[in-house]
């Protein structure tokens, strides 16, 4: 099992940046695949990205490629998002889960983090 832990969220205004890091418990980190998700009030939550066990393979909704980049230090045990150009859209809560199944996918993960807001004003 691993606990999850988001920070770096905040408020920014549109076209700046933030850069989210969710810290993993455990020692077994580098064996989850680890995605980023968010979630708007009364909306369903949504993919953002994810990457595999060594950061290799990367997914990436539309919405934030280009934009959005994911990294990972497994010797930190711990997986960001950098966020670049900001739009109002992407405000949301964003959480970190990790998936115990080595397929990079959008779905099918097994622990999540409790979330980070970000709000990005116009």
């Known amino acids: 099992q691993v606990q999850l832990v988001e920070s770096g969220g905040g408020l920014v205004q549109a076209g700046g940046s933030l850069r989210l890091s969710c810290a993993a418990s455990?020692?077994?980190?580098?064996?989850?695949?680890m995605g980023w998700f968010r979630q708007t009030q009364g909306k369903e939550r949504e993919f953002v990205v994810a990457?595999?066990?060594?950061?290799?393979?990367?997914l990436y909704a539309d919405s934030v490629k280009g934009r959005f980049t994911i990294s990972r230090d497994n010797a930190k045990n711990t997986v960001y998002l950098q966020m670049n150009s900001l739009k109002p859209d992407d405000t949301a809560v964003y959480y970190c889960?990790?998936?115990?199944?080595?397929?990079?996918?959008?779905?099918?993960?097994?622990?999540w983090g409790q979330g980070t807001q970000v709000t990005v004003s116009s």
């Open positions: 889960a990790a998936r115990t199944q080595p397929s990079v996918v959008t779905g099918g993960y097994d622990y």
């Open positions: 455990g020692r077994t980190f580098s064996s989850y695949v």
């Open positions: 990457a595999s066990r060594t950061g290799d393979i990367k």
